[in-house]
């Protein structure tokens, strides 16, 4: 993903619920529409989560240190799981209490009844722009893909919240617009608090959505499978590699990616000639795949006892293992030995 890209989205958002939010705590101040004050919280924790997410990616870009040694990129998921913290409490949560106790006491609009349909319909104009502006920075990467895989399956957690909250933001609005407007109509609050309970089930719905997408990629997830086939094609499409014994990847942020394998090379004279096998093969794998940084190459020689051994403890040798089948040393037995 482009950084770019991201933090446009971000500050497009940010500035959009900045005056969102103002406008909306004015609607509930003139009006004492429970709905509107579940937007304005709403849009309060939008804003934060946004400076959450442009934090976040500043830390990201620290320098790797001893004590972390390869950098800081997964930092970006941590405050990115924090937002989906921040959404379900102080969106969500706050917005259900709110609806239960609206429901308690409904009371109907009676002053400045045009204020909260007027600020509705000015915040749905300026929450669209930022949902274009998150459509138009994401179309950038997301190819042919469908919108709920990109989200699923996006790396970097920039684009994919602020779509979800932008999306959320704009449905939220028409349900508080539902409620005011049922409010009006018939003079039951109790369509305001049914307003802002569907607000409620909304965000706590896409903040568990952030959540487990969060999660997966702070527990760590390999490279997808069009990288990965790029990956073992430069690997063995040169004369250094046999073979890949077998092969790991991890990213350790969304623009880092660390390969790890261990590769069947051909017997070498000398150390010098198999240094400069492995340097060609991560300069092919780079190239391939420019966000693979990381690289680690194990060589081993090729043979059926490390096959047999799979990718558990065994695996790292090559040395022929005892085979009951064809001799005592791993080699075919010979007549008459």
Same mark, same amino acid.
């Given at each position: 993903?482009s950084?770019?890209?991201?933090?446009?989205?971000?500050?497009?958002?940010?500035?959009?619920?900045?005056?969102?939010?103002?406008?909306?705590?004015?609607?509930?101040?003139?009006?004492?529409?429970?709905?509107?004050?579940?937007?304005?919280?709403?849009?309060?924790?939008?804003?934060?989560n946004?400076?959450?997410?442009?934090?976040?990616?500043?830390?990201?870009?620290?320098e790797? =240190?001893?004590?972390?040694?390869? !950098?800081? /990129?997964? +930092? *970006?998921?941590?405050? %990115?799981? #924090?937002?989906?913290? &921040?959404?379900?409490?102080?969106?969500?949560?706050?917005?259900?209490?709110?609806?239960?106790?609206?429901?308690?006491?409904?009371?109907?609009?009676?002053?400045?009844?045009?204020?909260?349909?007027?600020?509705?319909?000015?915040?749905?104009?300026?929450?669209?722009?930022?949902?274009?502006?998150?459509?138009?920075?994401?179309?950038?990467?997301?190819?042919s893909?469908?919108w709920v895989?990109?989200?699923?399956?996006?790396?970097?957690?920039?684009?994919?919240v602020?779509?979800?909250?932008?999306?959320?933001?704009?449905?939220?609005?028409?349900?508080?617009?539902?409620?005011?407007?049922?409010?009006l109509?018939?003079?039951?609050?109790?369509?305001?608090?049914?307003?802002?309970?569907?607000?409620?089930?909304?965000?706590?719905?896409i903040?568990?959505?952030?959540?487990i997408? =969060?999660?997966?990629?702070?527990? !760590?997830? /390999?490279? +997808? *499978?069009?990288?990965? %086939?790029? #990956?073992?094609?430069? &690997?063995?499409?040169?004369?250094?590699?046999?073979r890949?014994?077998?092969?790991?990847?991890?990213?350790?942020?969304?623009e880092?990616l660390?390969v790890?394998?261990k590769i069947?090379?051909?017997?070498?004279?000398?150390?010098?000639?198999?240094?400069?096998?492995?340097n060609?093969?991560?300069?092919?794998?780079?190239?391939?795949?420019?966000?693979?940084?990381?690289?680690?190459?194990?060589?081993?020689?090729?043979?059926?006892?490390?096959?047999?051994?799979?990718?558990?403890q065994?695996?790292?040798?090559?040395?022929?293992?005892p085979?009951?089948?064809?001799?005592?040393?791993g080699t075919?037995?010979?007549p008459?030995?």
């Amino acid at each position: 993903m482009s950084a770019n890209g991201g933090t446009r989205a971000i500050v497009a958002a940010l500035a959009a619920n900045i005056g969102i939010a103002v406008t909306k705590f004015i609607a509930f101040l003139l009006t004492g529409s429970s709905s509107m004050l579940a937007e304005s919280i709403h849009s309060v924790a939008d804003s934060g989560n946004q400076g959450l997410l442009l934090l976040g990616g500043r830390r990201a870009k620290r320098e790797a =240190t001893p004590e972390h040694p390869f !950098g800081y /990129g997964r +930092e *970006r998921y941590i405050y %990115a799981f #924090i937002v989906a913290i &921040v959404l379900f409490s102080v969106g969500g949560l706050f917005a259900l209490y709110e609806a239960y106790h609206k429901a308690q006491h409904p009371e109907p609009i009676t002053d400045w009844q045009w204020v909260p349909v007027a600020v509705l319909v000015i915040a749905i104009a300026m929450e669209s722009f930022s949902f274009r502006t998150a459509i138009k920075e994401s179309n950038h990467i997301r190819g042919s893909q469908s919108w709920v895989r990109f989200i699923r399956r996006a790396k970097a957690p920039e684009l994919p919240v602020v779509l979800l909250e932008d999306f959320g933001a704009l449905v939220g609005l028409v349900f508080a617009l539902f409620g005011v407007g049922m409010t009006l109509i018939t003079g039951d609050g109790i369509w305001d608090a049914a307003g802002t309970a569907m607000i409620g089930v909304l965000l706590v719905i896409i903040a568990i959505t952030l959540a487990i997408e =969060t999660k997966s990629l702070l527990l !760590g997830e /390999g490279a +997808e *499978r069009h990288d990965l %086939a790029k #990956i073992e094609q430069a &690997v063995t499409e040169g004369p250094e590699v046999e073979r890949i014994i077998h092969m790991k990847t991890l990213y350790l942020g969304p623009e880092e990616l660390m390969v790890a394998a261990k590769i069947g090379v051909s017997a070498c004279e000398t150390a010098e000639e198999l240094a400069r096998g492995i340097n060609a093969v991560e300069a092919r794998i780079r190239a391939a795949v420019p966000i693979a940084r990381v690289i680690y190459l194990e060589p081993d020689i090729y043979s059926v006892a490390a096959d047999r051994a799979g990718t558990g403890q065994a695996a790292p040798t090559a040395v022929p293992q005892p085979d009951p089948e064809s001799g005592s040393d791993g080699t075919a037995g010979r007549p008459g030995s």
